[in-house]
Nanobody, 126 residues
């Protein structure tokens, strides 16, 4: 079965950095686009970033552009989210997700993602 396991969350001061990892198994990783989403208490889960299966294209939510970087290593079946200049409003549970190869060109919608990890908590203190 497909498993996505996030790690790297934690508590960081505003302005600090964290690197999230998501290790995938049970799927042909190099065929799947991957995304990161986040959900803060009382809010809907929202798109953060996505990367195509080859890593050739990336997509970001406007509020994280220039601060966050998504990348992947297809030899390790792992996707990363480097988060710099963190702000208190970035605090949330972060989820990685795998998107079916046949889902079209919309990388922003969570309904296009078939598999989800359990999430990792990111807390940013001001």
């Amino acid at each position: 079965q497909v498993q996505l396991v996030e790690s790297g969350g934690g508590l960081v001061q505003a302005g600090g950095s964290l690197r999230l990892s998501c290790a995938a198994s049970g799927l042909t990783f190099s065929s799947y686009a991957m995304g990161w989403f986040r959900q803060a208490p009382g809010k809907e889960r929202e798109f953060v970033a996505a990367i195509t299966s080859s890593g050739g294209n990336t997509y970001y939510q406007d509020s994280v552009k220039g601060r966050f970087t998504i990348s992947r290593d297809n030899t390790k079946n792992t996707v990363y989210l480097q988060m710099n200049s963190l702000k208190p409003e970035d605090a949330a549970v972060y989820y990685c997700a795998a998107r079916s190869p046949y889902s079209g060109s919309n990388y922003y919608s969570r309904v296009k993602y078939n598999y989800w990890g359990q999430g990792t908590q990111v807390t940013v203190s001001s």
